[in-house]
C-alpha cells in the first residue's frame, strides 16, 4: 500500500505557479533525497496529478528540493 503524506502550504510568492520550494526538513525526512514522480490529490478530489520532485545536490549533499513537473497544472486545475 502507498504511503500518503499530507502537508498544508501558505503560499505567498510570486512564481509558485511554476514550482515549489520545498522546506528541507520536510523534504529530507519524507520525501528522500532522490528525485521521483508523486501523486498529488486536492482534499475532497480522487483525481489525481503526477508532479516531479525534483532534488538538487551541491558537494554531494541536498541543499533544495522543489516540485517542477506537473506542478503548474496541479496549481491550474485546483485554483491555487
Known amino acids: 500500500m502507498p ?4 502537508m498544508k502550504f501558505t503560499i505567498n510568492f510570486l512564481g509558485y505557479e511554476q514550482r515549489l520550494n ?3 526538513h520536510f523534504a529530507r ?3 528522500g533525497e532522490e528525485s521521483k ?3 498529488m490529490f486536492a482534499p475532497g478530489s480522487i483525481r489525481g496529478w503526477s508532479v516531479r520532485y525534483i532534488t538538487y545536490t551541491r558537494k554531494g549533499s541536498m541543499w533544495r528540493a522543489r516540485f517542477e ?3 503548474h ?3 491550474k486545475e ?3
Open 78 to 80: 485546483n485554483e491555487l
Open 22 to 24: 520545498i522546506p528541507m
Open 73 to 75: 497544472q496541479f496549481v
Open 3 to 6: 504511503t500518503v503524506l499530507t
Open 29 to 31: 525526512s519524507l520525501l
Open 37 to 39: 514522480d508523486v501523486w
Open 69 to 71: 513537473n506537473g506542478w
